[in-house]
């Protein structure tokens, strides 16, 4: 069996910091990315990671604030977020693929793993 399972969100003042985590088990994962869905909006991917060689991608949005990394040992990707804004707010997602991948897109269709996402809310 394969799946993803994350944790991580809550309600946080902006210029607050949350760490989300993906725990993944089942197909050894080639790469694995965070996407959110911000009310009204399409589901955007926001940062990415290969997991061979550590090729990352961050959206312009988040860069500097949001770090991806990864916990091999326990098959956990994490996702600190820093400097919140209220336009972080939304439903965020961890997803994953066992294809051969070197590089890491920022689009939904390099992944057929997806977690049951969870909420991040910074009050405006």
């Known amino acids: 069996q394969s799946r993803l399972v994350e944790s991580g969100g809550g309600l946080v003042q902006p210029g607050g910091s949350l760490r989300l985590s993906c725990a993944a088990s089942g197909f050894s994962f080639h790469a694995m990315g965070w996407f959110r869905r911000a009310p009204g909006k399409e589901r955007e991917g926001i940062a990415c990671t290969t997991v061979f060689n550590s090729i990352q991608k961050y959206v312009e949005s988040v860069k500097g604030r949001f770090t991806v990394s990864r916990d091999n040992a326990n098959k956990t990707m994490y996702l600190q977020m820093n400097d919140l804004k209220p336009e972080d707010t939304g439903i965020y997602y961890c997803?994953?693929?066992?294809?051969?991948?070197?590089?890491?897109?920022?689009?939904?269709?390099?992944?057929?793993?997806w977690g049951q996402g969870t909420q991040v809310t910074v009050p405006g």
């Open positions: 997803a994953a693929t066992p294809w051969d991948y070197t590089q890491c897109l920022l689009q939904e269709t390099q992944y057929n793993y």
